[in-house]
């Protein structure tokens, strides 16, 4: 998704709310929000509906290594995120868009397939205490994920 996929409308909320948390412009104009104020400014959006998890996942997806936010990333994650809250509103392309935002997560952005070092990465990051032997299971018998097969899980496990 890119800015241009934004409505009118969903482009003037998300750019209030980031403006009421934006600490500075950098040399280039860009804008910029500390990831600390994340959460406040999704509950702002009407974002009340994340897991601890979900909510650490959209957290290390925008923050730039260095803390800070930029409008963009977060502009296409907030509306995607929307979206979704409205009732599954999302269209294909943008579930397609979602499914491997949510892929590059587990592979730290990298074009290779999920392994189960990334979920032990995960599980730590989210102070998971799961086993290698869970984590293994969780591979179901695979030693690799690619990005088709971990299509095909979520949509098994959407279905249930």
């Not at 290594?65 to 979206?83: C, D, H, Q, S, Y």
């Not at 086993?131 to 098994?156: C, H, N, P, R, Y």
């Amino acid at each position: 998704m890119s800015l241009s996929e934004l409505t009118e409308a969903e482009l003037d909320v998300v750019t209030e709310v980031f403006g009421q948390f934006m600490e500075a412009e950098d040399e280039e104009g860009a804008m910029h929000m500390s990831v600390d104020n994340l959460e406040d400014a999704m509950k702002a959006l009407g974002i009340t509906s994340f897991s601890k998890q979900e909510y650490e996942a959209i957290r290390r997806t925008l923050d730039l290594g260095n803390g800070k936010i930029e409008f963009e990333p977060f502009a296409e994650v907030m509306v995607l995120k929307m979206r979704q809250d409205k009732g599954g509103q999302m269209n294909t392309e943008d579930q397609d868009k979602q499914l491997l935002q949510d892929y590059l997560l587990f592979t730290e952005g990298q074009d290779r397939p999920i392994r189960v070092d990334d979920l032990r990465r995960i599980a730590a990051d989210i102070k998971d205490q799961s086993t290698i032997d869970e984590l293994q299971q969780m591979m179901m018998g695979l030693k690799e994920i690619d990005f088709a097969t971990f299509k095909d899980i979520v949509s098994q496990a959407n279905s249930l």
